[in-house]
């Protein structure tokens, strides 16, 4: 495969650039779902999507930074952000479509992967903006509610987002219990539950 100079790729983000970019990340989430982390390297990503290993190198310049862009983009294709209009169904969705990711292997994956603590501070890193970029990402539905009036102005956003989904992670890092169909609607109704309780109180 002929190498392009990094000005001709940004020229044309929609051509070969994007095809490459996309089968790289493809097969970065490939080997997480099947080899693990541990076992991910640029070289095996860079085989297994057909491209040159310096082309991914000169991209992202790191395994850290592949492995994050991989999941962040597999993550916000496989968990999108609802806006029903509503705090409880947008609360709902969202924690089904979680769900629902972690049901497939590369959301087991990303979820035991992100689990483990790592001695690399590169890894930490890339952890850390990985889970900040989805509480971001995430974080609209309870902005929205407290713009509507559905939520109290002083909702921790972070708490109320780990309170829905550490219950789905830790099942599906554990595995010691399955993820019943309703419970992405009994998490949200406990998490609106408490929410108006400490409202009332």
């Not at 947008?90 to 992967?113: C, Q």
């Not at 509610?145 to 989904?165: I, K, S």
Request: glycine residues 8%; negative net charge.
């Amino acid at each position: 495969m002929t190498e392009e100079e990094p000005e001709a790729i940004r020229r044309r983000p929609g051509g070969r650039a994007a095809r490459v970019r996309q089968a790289v990340l493809t097969a970065a989430m490939e080997v997480l779902a099947e080899e693990g982390i541990a076992r991910l390297t640029i070289a095996g990503v860079a085989a297994r999507a057909g491209v040159n290993e310096t082309t991914v190198y000169r991209r992202w310049g790191t395994r850290e930074k592949l492995v994050l862009d991989a999941m962040l983009a597999g993550s916000s294709a496989g968990i999108p952000v609802p806006d029903t209009g509503a705090v409880r169904t947008d609360l709902a969705a969202f924690a089904r479509a979680l769900a629902e990711y972690l049901a497939t292997p590369t959301g087991r994956s990303v979820a035991r992967a992100a689990a483990l603590s790592s001695d690399d501070p590169d890894l930490a890193e890339a952890w850390q903006t990985f889970w900040q970029s989805r509480l971001d990402q995430a974080g609209v539905i309870v902005t929205r509610a407290v713009e509507r009036g559905e939520l109290p102005a002083d909702t921790d956003t972070a708490l109320v987002l780990e309170l829905l989904c550490s219950p789905l992670q830790t099942r599906a890092v554990l595995g010691h219990r399955p993820i019943e169909p309703d419970l992405p609607e009994r998490l949200t109704s406990l998490v609106l539950d408490g929410l108006r309780a400490r409202t009332d109180g």
